[in-house]
């Protein structure tokens, strides 16, 4: 007996198999070569227009979704950031970073709001 508690009996064990397996051959019949008889109509031929439509109609929407992305990227570059250096002394420097710390903002954000009332005031 192991630590489980179990035994080489507790457990089924399948018979052995004494005789081959015979395989079941598919019934000849249903493997006929392909006729016209044994399958459904086909879909008839599209004619010269019906294909010139499908493919007028295939390119307004290949132009239209084409479109659509060019106008989304535009859209994306909308609000894309630029960037202004501007070269503080070392006074305005540490004013800004100790606004930035005693506010909990970044500094580009007190420039941003700085630059905004500016040209607000002035009317721009």
Known sequence: ???????????SIAARRTEPA????PDVSALRPATAN????????????????????????????????????RAKQRHVKFFVNVALDYEMKARLQRAALEND??????????????????GY
């Open 105 to 122: 903002l970044k500094m580009t954000a007190i420039v941003k709001a700085a630059l905004d009332y500016y040209l607000s005031e002035n």
């Open 1 to 11: 007996m192991s630590k489980a508690g179990l035994e080489l009996k507790d457990f």
């Open 22 to 25: 015979t395989e079941v051959m």
């Open 38 to 73: 044994n399958f459904p109509p086909m879909l008839s031929k599209p004619n010269e227009q019906q294909r010139r439509d499908a493919a007028e109609t295939r390119a307004r929407a290949q132009e239209d979704t084409r479109y659509s992305l060019k106008n989304m990227k």
